[in-house]
């Protein structure tokens, strides 16, 4: 309509309701409260922005794929949510404003404010409505017939909570003069919050035209806070649905004891006794009868049918002329989806099937039926999925994976994989979230909640509850019982003030660590590590302190001393950054290490099956995936040096932190395609060789690693550290200024 944008307001947290579910996804008549509101903005607005509170998965899904979504991550009042989407709406142009909490709004009374403020040419028009009972609502104060301001039942006077003429929280703004008012607005209220009401004294103030438009029935004002408000507005819709229907010639015994949803259709002369329920998607074709006490929810029942006492009808269609007998229970068995039913029939074992959902694209040859379990609620998708033997998914909540790689045995208790490789044995539990570029090898074992990104896990490592790793690689022990561990609540801190994410921290090695025989590390919990660090074998960091340093190894740390106070920041001021990008070089040193042993020697261990190969090449993309993320980090940490430099405007450096600073921008470019080359760095071949001929293939890949003697792994650690070494000595020939 004429260009109008739509902001639907739906972050509040809804104390009130005393639930879980969030307030504007409870339903009214069988759609969620929030349903209704952008109803109406879709048939109005040429565009919709709905604003959303932090953790609100469930509102994002019920918006749709056409509504741009914004998130208030702070709850700072109304006039902030509607700040927070500015960088969705047009600058200038009619703005329409709702609120995600009333149902009963109707859409000529929004038609009406809109061209009202559209003939007007006003600043912004409010949708009044005048009540005998206003306790509870803003009120809309006039000055001489005009609008003046409007105050807040908690700010206002004796004098003003008189007043019967309230604000609904619908506005029709120009959206020009909504922008500047907003930037000018004040906090100055009992809540510390920005509330958009303030608007529109300021914009009257300002000498601007502020009109009204009042709602069509007052029931339109009233909104949900609490269940009691809740069912006293679903008595209101419920009537306006059967009046509608007996307008259209049906005939309902007794209103006050029918309960019909909004979405459902009746046929003329069609009667419905007291009792009776229709839910969800209903269609009830003409002449039927249904009688007390029956429930149809989401059905269709052609003409004729008669439906007797107490009778369910779900998910069913009911031909002309039949009966539905009294107290009788129709429903249709869910389907099953032919790919869930090709894997039943191979041997998984799904308690639900017809809750599973395994997209199109997946390739059910790279899923094996073999001891797998997938309980309800479990999703797969994507052509690169491979699933291999006696694997079990969501035990303990619903799993989603995709484009996900597993090994033999691995349990993923809950939550979500994305393009991530758990090798065999590998166990997460609820609440995990792994999201790209992730390697988690055998035996390794991850808590509740546990967020992992571009990370990379050696085998026996334990990860305890509440933790977020990214941008990091930890080396594990030498078994189950003697394993790597972090203890809850350990973040790994990978993103600087400044902005840049070159900060990858190593825990252990990989030359060492993958020969599955080195001291393993703890990190205790409720702490964290400012990357980029280094950790060395057999290191404690001790639980509940920020460790920013570098520790060698078999070192005990109590935490670290640091001055308190503050020192002047800016982000366009640099120190030295020869450690920073050294630290990087080598972690890219071991990450081309980890891919020789992908390439060389994962695969003669995993056998001839292609499914298990398979898995191994998914692990060396992880390890190339890492990669990539580092290069794409240091090319923004060499643009965030070049900003820094006093030609560029930065804020100045000492003459050698600023030659360092040159050094590295101008170096970077001829650095790059060295890395790039990782895959031609061969490392010392006669090491190589003579370690990957005393491979022993036929048992689980810890067990022959584990098999080989110290002369054995010695050489496999030469070859690897020469890979190591030699990608960073390229890298310092061309820039020399970058350290181990």
Known sequence: MNGLTTVILAAGEGKRMRSRTPKVLHPLCGRPLIAYPLRLARTLADRVVLVVGPNADGVRAAAGADVTIVEQRERLGTGHAVLQARGACPESGPLL?????????????????????????????????????????????????????????????????????????????????????????????????????DVIGLLARAGA???????????????????????????????????????????????????????????????????????????????????????????????????????VVVGCHVARGETVPAHARV?????????????LQAGARIPRPESVVIGTEVRLEQIVARGLVLHPGTKISGERT???????????????????????????????VTDSVLLDGCEVRQGFHGREGCLLEEDTYFAHNVGLKMTIVLPFAVLGSLINFCDCLLAGGTSRKRHSEVGSGFIHFNFSPRGDKATP????????????????????????????????????????SVYRADYDEDLLVLGERRRDGSTPFRVRALGAIRAKVGK????????????????????????????????????????????????????????????????????????????????????????????????AIEGRGEHREAFCARLAPGRSYTAAIQALDGDDRRRGTAWLSSIRAELMERCRAVLPFITN
């Open 97 to 197: 404003v709702l609120a995600g909490d009333m149902p009963l709004l109707l859409l000529q009374t929004l038609e009406r404010l809109v061209e009202h403020q559209r003939t007007t040419g006003a600043a912004a028009t409010v949708l009044t409505a005048l009540v005998d009972r206003p306790q509870g609502y803003g009120r809309v104060l006039r000055v001489g017939g005009r609008v003046n301001r409007i105050v807040e039942e908690r700010d206002a006077t004796d004098d003003q909570k008189k007043v019967n003429e309230i604000n609904t929280s619908v506005y029709c703004f120009d959206a020009r003069r909504l922008w500047g008012a907003l930037g000018e607005i004040k906090p100055d209220n009992d809540q510390g919050e920005l509330y958009l009401t």
């Open 209 to 311: 035209r502020v009109e009204a438009v009042s709602v069509s029935e007052p029931a339109e004002a009233l909104g949900v806070n609490d269940r009691r408000q809740l069912a006293e507005l679903a008595t209101i819709q419920r009537r306006r649905i059967l009046d509608r229907l007996m307008t259209e010639g049906v005939t309902v015994i007794d209103p006050a004891a029918t309960y019909v949803d909004v979405d459902v259709e009746v046929g003329e002369d069609t009667v419905l006794y007291p009792g009776t329920c229709l839910e969800g998607s209903v269609r009830v074709g003409e002449r039927c009868t249904v009688l007390p006490g029956s429930r149809i929810r989401d059905s269709t029942l052609e003409d004729d049918v008669t439906v007797l006492d107490g009778a």
């Open 331 to 343: 429903e249709v068995a869910p389907a099953v989806d032919a790919r869930v039913r090709a894997l």
């Open 386 to 416: 491979v699933i291999l033997e006696d694997t079990e998914l969501g035990h303990e909540e619903p799993v989603t994976l995709e484009n996900a790689v597993l090994g033999r045995g691995v349990k993923v208790q809950g939550g979500f």
């Open 505 to 544: 921290s190593i825990f252990g090695d990989v030359p060492r660590g993958v020969m599955l025989d080195q001291a393993p590390i703890f990190l205790g919990g409720l702490a964290g590590v400012v990357g980029p660090s280094r950790v060395g074998f057999g290191s404690v960091l001790a639980a509940g």
């Open 584 to 679: 990087n070089i080598r972690y890219l040193g071991e990450l081309a290490a980890l891919w020789a042993w992908y390439r060389h020697v994962r695969p003669r261990l995993a056998g001839a099956d292609p499914l298990a190969q398979a898995v191994i090449a998914a692990g060396r993309r992880m390890v190339e995936a890492n990669i990539d993320e580092r290069l794409k980090q240091l090319d923004r940490f060499r643009d965030l040096v070049k900003e820094c430099l006093p030609e560029a405007g930065g804020a100045g450096s000492p003459a050698p932190l600023a030659g360092e600073w040159r050094e590295f921008v101008g170096g970077w470019s001829a650095v790059r395609p060295v890395i790039e080359n990782f895959r």
